[in-house]
């Protein structure tokens, strides 16, 4: 009988209908597949049953996280291998009931059935979100953000580095550099997007850990009002602005953005923030955010974007970012965001995107992960750090090959009736 890798690599190549771009290695230690290539560990039968019970993306995750599966060597090869299997299948690809009409397929499926033996399909790993209620009320956007960002302040700290800023870095040159001048570099560049003047009221939705805070605040003069879901991103952002002397200029909140009552406000910022609003809010997000600003006040939108789709009603989140990461989560493409909101009243009048830089920012996250890997381990626990090592890497690649995208938008409450925007006559000159 053959070993378990040939047996599997011969039946994954039956069931896909080309050749397998790695090499595999089975829980009986045996190995097969192209000398060379990136090396799949499949650590037990489990692997498979996982695979089997749930197909696709949400499947291989699983396995993932909870540790029947790996990657050895270098792991953005391995992903890029894989991408084509996983995540480049694009709209044309078959659902899974179109394929198991192909006699091919089913027969491979009985034989990896056989292969994984007998057992009821195992249980989500507790790192799992688990879904309860209507998308985006108060309440399931507050269990969301707990979900993703109450993983611990230290656990932040090894990944983010000093400068706790979770969002794209602005970066010099494509050979990298430091990370923190490089956040440094892109809190400055939205505070002069947003012409920050001493005295002004910024108001900074989503204000994670407090980075954009204390800059607009300390470098600028600025009056900000932080506002967060997250009672761990709070209590850090609060220790470090009385750390910084601050707090006669900085508030933080744990509030959400609909309860904000207090404008109207010079600028706002929202940096990585509208990714976590939904498509259905959008609008309103827009709206509220509006209402907030001063005539002639400005918005910084920092926001994640992806490629339209043909048919934009047959997206779907992906799934494994929605189990495991940022669920309830939704990306909308660049025109969307743009469309909601000049229909919310702004008028856009920049935008930039700065895709490549978040492809340098994330594969600096994974080696900081992985630099202190036993001690993230130990503070996250092993599956919620391989979560952020899986999700990190693989969202580098998509950076990297354009199959998602990060843009800043600069919008504008243009005064009724004047039509006078504030703005430099010449575009890119942020004064």
Known sequence: ????????????????????????????????????????????????????????????????????????????????????????????ARTLGQALRDPEVRSAVRGLFRLAGPALPPAPPREEARRRGHLHT??????????????????????????????????????????????????????????????????????????????????????????????????YARKRIAEEGLTDRVEIRVQDYRDVRDGPFDAISSIGMAEHVGAERYLAYARDLYALLRPGGRLLNHQIARRPQRDESSYHVDEFIDAYVFPDGELAPLGTT??????????????????????????????????????????????RARVWRLYMAASALAFEQNRIGVNQVLAVRTPDGSGDSGMPLRARVWK
């Open 1 to 92: 009988m053959a070993d378990a890798a040939s047996r599997l690599k011969g039946l994954l190549e039956q069931m896909l209908g080309v050749p397998l771009p790695v090499r595999v290695r089975a829980w009986d230690g045996s190995q097969a597949g192209p000398p060379g290539a990136p090396l799949l560990v499949v650590r037990n039968r489990r692997a498979l049953r996982r695979l089997l019970w749930r197909p696709g993306e949400l499947g291989l995750a699983r396995a993932w996280v909870a540790g029947d599966l790996d990657i050895e060597g270098d792991l953005y090869a391995g992903l890029d291998a894989l991408s084509g299997l996983v995540w480049d299948r694009g709209e044309d």
């Open 338 to 383: 743009v469309t909601q909101l000049e229909r919310a009243g702004f008028e856009v009048r920049d935008v930039e995107s700065i895709r490549e830089h978040y492809g340098l920012t994330l594969r600096q996250w994974v080696a900081n992960l992985e630099a202190d890997w036993p001690r993230a381990m130990r503070l996250a626990g092993p599956g």
């Open 138 to 235: 108060r309440r399931t956007d507050r269990r969301a953000i707990s979900h993703h960002y109450d993983v611990g302040n230290d656990f932040y700290e090894i990944v983010l580095g000093p400068s706790m800023v979770y969002s794209c870095a602005y970066w010099e040159s494509p050979d990298g550099g430091d990370l923190e001048t490089a956040q440094r570099d892109k809190l400055e560049l939205v505070a002069r997007k947003l012409a920050l003047r001493p005295g002004q009221r910024l108001l900074d939705v989503g204000c994670g850990w407090g980075s954009m805070a204390v800059h607009a605040a300390r470098e600028h003069g600025v009056n900000v009002v932080g506002i967060t879901l997250s009672q761990e991103q709070a209590a």
